[in-house]
């Protein structure tokens, strides 16, 4: 199975300040049909997971445009320009290519300082 | 309105049986691809398994820890799709979410249910 990894594991931000979280990959996720199957996601508190960003770097409808995503291959980043308070919550990223399993990282927990 | 609404969760004794269904609306279910995630408590997230539309062959794929003892099934006619649970351990204790990739790609889960409650204990 593919094992995400992702870095930090937590991480505490001042509102308006920056965010990084890294994810990466056991093997490539780039597919013969040249698209990169990674996703990324937000539990918010008491909250089902959301899909924030699919195959890398497309934004799901809604997702502010502070979220980015970006990379290649096996190592993966997720951005937020400018955090806000209602960013709090656990991030997930996710393969989707070597199927099954679809798997996770193990989360990234993110709190506003 | 879009909606994944996931019942029958409980608390069951370990080596025991637990059904669980997810009733879907506001869109053609028997298109979609499915999939069950679950969440320890405290824990991260954990792929369970992922049947496909029948048009697509209606296949089901499963992850390691519950092959054989879990089952996947789908009632296009009803909407809902199913997770029988048999041989439960104290291990399978989460929160169980169906979801699906509807407006994105298939895999890409941006439709989830709430989440129903499986405890597992004596």
């Known amino acids: 199975d593919i094992v995400m990894t992702q870095t930090p594991l937590s991480l505490s931000v001042t509102p308006g300040q920056p965010a990084s979280i890294s994810c990466k990959s056991s093997?490539?996720?780039?597919?013969?049909?040249?698209?990169?199957?990674l996703y990324w996601y937000l539990q918010k508190p008491g909250q089902s997971p959301q899909l924030l960003i699919y195959e890398v770097s497309s934004r799901f409808s809604g997702v502010p445009d502070r979220f980015s995503g970006s990379g290649s291959g096996t190592d993966f980043t997720l951005k937020i320009s400018r955090v806000e308070a209602e960013d709090v919550g656990v991030y997930y990223c996710?393969?989707?290519?070597?199927?099954?399993?679809?798997?996770f990282g193990q989360g990234t927990k993110l709190e506003i300082k | 309105e879009v909606q994944l609404v996931e019942s029958g969760g409980g608390l069951v004794k370990p080596g025991g049986s637990l059904r669980l269904s997810c009733a879907a609306s506001g869109f053609t279910f028997s298109n979609a691809w499915m999939s069950w995630v679950r969440q320890a408590p405290g824990k991260g997230l954990e792929w369970v398994g992922r049947?496909?539309?029948?048009?697509?062959?209606?296949?089901?794929d499963y992850a390691a820890p519950v092959k054989g003892r879990f089952t996947i099934s789908r009632d296009d006619s009803k909407n809902t799709l199913y997770l029988q649970m048999n041989s439960l351990k104290t291990e399978d204790t989460a929160v169980y979410y169906c979801t699906t990739g509807l407006f994105t790609v298939p895999d890409a889960f941006d439709i989830w249910g709430q989440g129903t409650m499986v405890t597992v204990s004596s």
């Open positions: 093997q490539s996720l780039l597919h013969s049909d040249g698209k990169t199957y």
């Open positions: 996710m393969q989707g290519i070597h199927l099954p399993p679809y798997t």
């Open positions: 049947i496909k539309s029948k048009t697509d062959g209606g296949t089901t």
